[in-house]
């Protein structure tokens, strides 16, 4: 079986600090942002500084820092599926030296009844992707460790929410009849692609992470509704939410 290829026992031969040098230590809390609408805002909101760059032969992905409401918080525009966001994530931490990262985006809905108005806090996600196997044992879930921690803080914020398992897929446009009714099955609410690949890492690496998710698409039997994604993708009013998240964890 292909999960018996994986092994996180042993070293790795390569290391950030051979692309990177020493580790950093900038900022505690980071923003993993999805939006180019969101990200641009940022940029021409806040006085914000370039403290460090990912360095891809496809282009440099700059990371910044800002302040919000007296808290430094760095913030960078993530790379789409598990495999790129992961990897970002844990060069992040070596960068600017966070440790704390609230990661929120969209996902398709796979319960309009439980999701429609609110938030997803994600409890557990299904590893659907392949990243998750070079960082945690097999399993087919992965525990989402600061959901109920999470989960207080919309509370106190009186913001509509639920909590649930998630569907974490590497595939696009795969989402299929059979596999959204075995997700569906075992009781998971939404689909998005990164969240147990950044799961595993941040564990991995002892990294804190909350993640909290806007449905917008919504995949039933019957059918496929596109409608709600856009406005779930460039949301403004999540990135306010993660900010408020940012000065309490």
Same mark, same amino acid.
């Given at each position: 079986m292909?999960?018996?290829?994986y092994?996180?026992?042993t070293?790795?031969?390569i290391?950030?600090?051979?692309f990177?040098?020493?580790q950093?230590h900038i900022?505690?809390?980071?923003?993993?942002?999805f939006s180019?609408?969101?990200?641009?805002?940022?940029?021409?909101?806040?006085?914000c500084?370039?403290?460090?760059?990912?360095?891809?032969?496809?282009?440099?992905?700059?990371i910044?820092?800002?302040?919000?409401k007296?808290?430094d918080?760095?913030?960078?525009l993530?790379?789409?599926?598990?495999a790129?966001?992961?990897?970002l994530?844990?060069?992040?931490?070596?960068?600017?030296?966070?440790?704390?990262?609230?990661?929120?985006?969209?996902c398709?809905?796979?319960?309009?009844?439980?999701t429609?108005?609110?938030f997803i806090i994600?409890t557990?996600?299904y590893?659907?992707?392949?990243?998750?196997?070079?960082?945690?044992k097999p399993?087919?879930?992965?525990?989402?460790?600061?959901?109920?921690?999470?989960?207080?803080?919309?509370?106190?914020?009186?913001?509509?929410?639920?909590?649930?398992k998630?569907?974490?897929?590497?595939?696009?446009?795969?989402?299929?009849?059979? $596999?959204?009714?075995?997700?569906?099955? !075992?009781?998971?609410?939404?689909? %998005?692609?990164?969240?147990?690949g =950044?799961?595993s890492v +941040?564990?991995?690496?002892? $990294?804190?992470?909350?993640?909290?998710l !806007?449905?917008?698409?919504?995949? %039933?039997?019957?059918?496929?509704e =596109?409608?709600?994604? +856009?406005?779930?993708?460039?949301?403004?009013?999540k990135?306010?939410?993660?900010l408020?998240?940012?000065l309490?964890?």
């Amino acid at each position: 079986m292909i999960i018996d290829c994986y092994d996180i026992e042993t070293e790795p031969i390569i290391s950030l600090k051979d692309f990177y040098g020493e580790q950093k230590h900038i900022v505690d809390v980071c923003l993993i942002i999805f939006s180019h609408e969101i990200h641009t805002h940022l940029l021409c909101t806040y006085e914000c500084e370039e403290i460090a760059h990912f360095t891809l032969c496809n282009g440099n992905i700059p990371i910044y820092r800002m302040n919000y409401k007296g808290t430094d918080i760095a913030f960078y525009l993530t790379a789409i599926g598990s495999a790129l966001a992961s990897c970002l994530c844990y060069e992040a931490s070596w960068l600017t030296g966070a440790t704390k990262f609230i990661m929120f985006g969209s996902c398709g809905s796979l319960d309009r009844e439980k999701t429609e108005g609110k938030f997803i806090i994600p409890t557990e996600s299904y590893r659907g992707e392949g990243c998750s196997y070079y960082y945690a044992k097999p399993a087919d879930y992965i525990e989402i460790k600061n959901s109920q921690k999470l989960a207080a803080m919309f509370a106190q914020m009186g913001i509509p929410y639920v909590l649930g398992k998630v569907w974490t897929t590497d595939s696009m446009i795969r989402e299929t009849v059979g $596999l959204v009714a075995k997700r569906k099955a !075992e009781e998971c609410i939404a689909v %998005e692609m990164e969240l147990a690949g =950044v799961q595993s890492v +941040c564990d991995f690496y002892n $990294l804190e992470l909350y993640d909290f998710l !806007e449905p917008g698409d919504v995949l %039933e039997s019957s059918g496929y509704e =596109v409608e709600g994604l +856009c406005g779930a993708n460039h949301n403004l009013g999540k990135l306010y939410i993660a900010l408020e998240i940012a000065l309490q964890v």
